[in-house]
């Protein structure tokens, strides 16, 4: 009886670690993996997560990730899912998306939604090299230069055009208005818009016209002051003879 209880401890270790192998890539508490439309689907909507969770299998061809407490989303977030389509991270708390948010999908992805988050700007090159559909409506957008930038790397989502407005956090004169029709009033990567090379500019431009006025002011006061000069002696010419004592000395100089 003793020898088979010896064995039951090794045992029962196997098997607990036969549990723990799936569990951990189980689908985290609230997501489950379904077939939609052919395609292998993520869903982990309203899952509580305030995080990207693991274990979401490499075959996943549409995540859903949207009513959750995202805040942001880290390089290389979703890099191992290598035929992703299409990311749903609408309705999350997003502020902050890395450059590299995207990295590993630009072959692949081709829908995704960013809408009714905080967003206020995104880094430019979080999009670059995608061909993508972007959803970026109910943002507290920045509108300003870097905002105009990422509408020329993505297509926007049909009709979602309008519900691009500038948050809080934008100039005073732009809140609550639509960036799009800002955007074509308006160069926003002009001077002072936060074009800051252009700034940059502008401040060495004022700078050198400072200085060649200063050198023109120079120059003009020092032809002023030679003429002047020049002129003295023409000018003391014609008076001096009058003085009779001195026309020997008048006649020389001339
Ligand atoms: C998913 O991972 C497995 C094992 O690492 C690999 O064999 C498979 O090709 C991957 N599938 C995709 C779609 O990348
Ligand atoms: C874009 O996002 C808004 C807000 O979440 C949503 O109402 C709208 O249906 C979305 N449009 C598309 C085309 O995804």
Redo the contacts with the bound molecule.
Sequence with gaps: MLLPAAHLLPLLLVIGAREAVPSAQSPPHGCYVAEEAGERTFRCSRAGLSAVPPGIPNDTRKLYLDANRLASVPAGAFQHLAILEELDL??NVLAHLSGAAFQGLAGTLRHL?L??NQLASVPVEAFMGLQIQV?L??NPWHCDCALQEVLRQVRL????GT?IVCGSGARPDLVGQEFLLLAREEELCGMGHGGAQRSTDVALLVTMGGWVTLVVAYLAHYVWQNRDESRHPLKRAPVLPVRSEDSSTVSTVL
């Design positions: 609408s309705h939604d809408s009714a959803n409506s109910a989502a049909p009709g979602t519900g």
